[in-house]
């Protein structure tokens, strides 16, 4: 049986390969897009991180759930395993930068705060110029084997790293009151420990104690930072990846329930319509992969 939610593939329009643990590539944002008609349906790539940096144009990027809009200058980060697509105004331009996840592993092991960078799917604005010059660079560090040539792409590569996360944490603290960002850390630790175990029968006790926190703390965070109470953080992941099922693969209804967890095909349909306003059946019968995007009847593009 089928089950493969959204195509994988190692760059886009790739078949899925093995890299090694330090892999980085950099190519034109033209290269893929152009033959596309400047848009990429959705897709995921399984140890691959990517930054985006978008020089001249705008356009949207679906991320998951969100759909977030861009405009030059900018970085779009995107996390590995993330399901992702892009609808580009014909003429946009840039340059789109690829490190494995084991390398990125490598680098927040030595320096932690850079894994923040690829926590969740987002947009960085940039001034006008900011990277181009580092991003011109690293592409002919990349082709030539001049000495300290590695040396020299890594510190590169980590000086774009430490751009994006600046510009981040700048747009957050020019949003967030300060007595925010404890909590807000709290929730993102709490959104990991979801992500690892959504599909298990874990309960907000369960989850409170890997945290370290009482129940009525995290739900206090949760209400905070986000709006939303901790089972129902819980549950919009379990939709997401309900949503995902349905739309992108050919798994039954009882198929997707019994992959996302539940024991009772019948709670599951109760549980999905009271949270979407529809059935499964009629959730797929009414709803296409990539809405909001054009797609290609071509080779699909990253």
């Known amino acids: 049986m089928q089950t493969t939610v959204v195509p994988s593939f190692f760059l886009f329009g790739e078949a899925p390969r093995a890299v090694g643990d330090r892999f980085l590539h950099l190519e034109s944002l033209d290269e893929r ?23 001249e144009g705008q356009g949207e990027m679906r991320a998951e759930a969100e759909v977030l809009a861009f405009r030059a200058p900018c970085l779009l980060l995107v996390p590995a395993t993330v399901v992702h697509g892009f609808n580009y105004r014909p003429g946009a331009s840039g340059t789109v930068v690829t490190l494995s996840e084991d390398y990125l592993r490598a680098l927040a092991g030595r320096e932690p705060v850079l894994a923040q ?9 940039l001034e006008r110029g900011e990277v181009d010059g580092r991003l011109q660079e690293l592409a002919q560090e990349l082709v030539w084997e001049a000495p300290g040539h590695a040396a020299a792409v890594e510190s590169l590569l980590l000086s774009l790293m430490v751009t994006a996360l600046r510009r981040l944490r700048q747009a957050q603290a020019e949003s967030e009151p300060s007595v925010i960002r404890p909590q807000a850390r709290l929730v993102a630790r709490f959104r990991e420990a979801v992500e690892r175990r959504y599909r298990t029968d874990a309960q907000l006790r369960d989850y409170a104690d890997e945290l370290g926190v009482t129940p009525s703390r995290l739900r206090g965070a949760c209400l905070a930072v986000v709006g939303e109470t901790p089972l129902r953080v819980i549950q919009d992941r379990l939709l997401l990846e309900a949503r995902r099922g349905l739309l992108y693969s050919n798994m039954t209804v009882k198929e997707v329930a019994d992959h996302l967890g539940f024991e009772d095909p019948a709670y599951f349909t109760r549980f999905f319509t009271r949270r979407e306003g529809a059935s499964p059946r009629a959730f797929r019968q009414g709803r296409r992969p990539g809405e909001g995007i054009s797609r290609s009847p071509k080779t699909p593009a990253s």
């Not at 008609?37 to 940096?53: D, E, G, K, M, Q």
């Open 117 to 125: 960078v690829f926590r969740a799917p987002r947009v960085a604005p």
């Open 33 to 55: 897009t152009r033959p596309n008609n400047w848009n990429i349906r959705p897709h995921s790539h399984a140890s691959l991180n990517h930054i985006f940096h978008i020089a």
